[in-house]
């Protein structure tokens, strides 16, 4: 079930790579933002079981939001606020009998989406922890701090500073707004520095052709997107990631999915604000 709930809080964000990280500046090929702040965007997640669980059938598994929830300043400069909220709900609760609740933060930059700031809230059944992740820029550095709140009093479990880090590692979310803003075309390959908690990886995707993807939110013509090499323990032993992002100006990702050993984990949109 754990990997599962990693789903909700991971999936997204997996969705397509970029133009190499290392440099901070707006590529060449991007276009003004089809986004802005407001904007929210929900997911209805569920939860296919693998064919030995043949007699399971799919289930609905959560719900999940993200949205570019505004403005604000970090160390006296503007940034902009992304949050991602994932709630398990359904059938799938009742059987794994786990609740997922977990709220991740992040301070990026507007122009460029490297990551300032990362602050992480996670409540998956009696586990409940509190992250926190500052990139230092200027030495070359990230701080990050892990609390585990499940004890009373709370204890510190992670209190580091890493070294030798990249001028700019974008999150996993900052990487997806970062990406809608680059043109697509299909064969086209891309690769980025993504950071998760003090780990920094590189990702490798490819841009396929466009299908049409149904959704509760709707119909769209769809760019679809695999990625191989990815980010975070809920790939570690395989697996493979797709996303469909819209094929209009806005680049909604409107349909994620995810092959596990546990199964397949599909998220489709559901509304989107703004």
């Given at each position: 079930?754990?990997?599962?709930?990693?789903?909700?809080?991971?999936?997204?964000?997996?969705?397509?790579?970029?133009?190499?990280?290392?440099?901070?500046?707006?590529?060449?090929?991007?276009?003004?933002?089809?986004?802005?702040?407001?904007?929210?965007?929900?997911?209805?997640?569920?939860?296919?079981?693998?064919?030995?669980?043949?007699?399971?059938?799919?289930?609905?598994?959560?719900?999940?939001?993200?949205?570019?929830?505004?403005?604000?300043?970090?160390?006296?400069?503007?940034?902009?606020?992304?949050?991602?909220?994932?709630?398990?709900?359904?059938?799938?609760?009742?059987?794994?009998?786990?609740?997922?609740?977990?709220?991740?933060?992040?301070?990026?930059?507007?122009?460029?989406?490297?990551?300032?700031?990362?602050?992480?809230?996670?409540?998956?059944?009696?586990?409940?922890?509190?992250?926190?992740?500052?990139?230092?820029?200027?030495?070359?550095?990230?701080?990050?701090?892990?609390?585990?709140?499940?004890?009373?009093?709370?204890?510190?479990?992670?209190?580091?500073?890493?070294?030798?880090?990249?001028?700019?590692?974008?999150?996993?979310?900052?990487?997806?707004?970062?990406?809608r803003r680059l043109e697509f075309f299909p064969g086209a390959e891309h690769k980025s520095l993504v950071g998760d908690d003090d780990k920094v990886k590189e990702v490798m995707s490819r841009v396929?052709?466009?299908?049409?993807?149904?959704?509760?939110?709707?119909?769209?013509?769809?760019?679809?997107?695999?990625?191989?090499?990815?980010?975070?323990?809920?790939?570690?032993?395989?697996?493979?990631?797709?996303?469909?992002?819209?094929?209009?100006?806005?680049?909604?990702?409107?349909?994620?999915?995810?092959?596990?050993?546990?199964?397949?984990?599909?998220?489709?949109?559901?509304?989107?604000?703004?």
């Amino acid at each position: 079930m754990r990997r599962i709930a990693g789903c909700l809080v991971l999936l997204i964000a997996f969705s397509v790579g970029i133009s190499p990280a290392a440099a901070p500046d707006v590529p060449a090929n991007a276009v003004a933002a089809p986004f802005s702040p407001g904007e929210k965007i929900t997911y209805e997640v569920q939860w296919n079981p693998p064919w030995y669980l043949f007699f399971l059938p799919t289930m609905h598994a959560g719900e999940a939001e993200l949205s570019l929830a505004g403005e604000k300043r970090e160390n006296g400069q503007k940034a902009l606020q992304i949050v991602f909220h994932a709630r398990s709900s359904g059938t799938l609760v009742k059987l794994a009998g786990m609740h997922i609740d977990d709220r991740f933060e992040y301070l990026t930059e507007p122009e460029s989406f490297c990551t300032l700031r990362a602050s992480k809230r996670i409540i998956e059944g009696k586990r409940k922890r509190e992250v926190t992740v500052e990139y230092l820029r200027e030495t070359g550095q990230l701080h990050i701090r892990e609390t585990d709140m499940a004890v009373s009093p709370p204890k510190v479990k992670k209190d580091e500073i890493k070294d030798d880090v990249p001028k700019c590692v974008r999150d996993l979310f900052s990487a997806l707004y970062y990406v809608r803003r680059l043109e697509f075309f299909p064969g086209a390959e891309h690769k980025s520095l993504v950071g998760d908690d003090d780990k920094v990886k590189e990702v490798m995707s490819r841009v396929g052709k466009k299908e049409m993807v149904r959704t509760p939110g709707g119909e769209f013509e769809a760019w679809k997107v695999d990625t191989i090499a990815l980010v975070g323990g809920l790939f570690k032993g395989g697996g493979s990631f797709k996303m469909w992002l819209s094929a209009d100006e806005r680049k909604l990702p409107v349909q994620f999915e995810a092959k596990v050993n546990i199964g397949t984990v599909i998220g489709k949109l559901k509304t989107v604000d703004n």
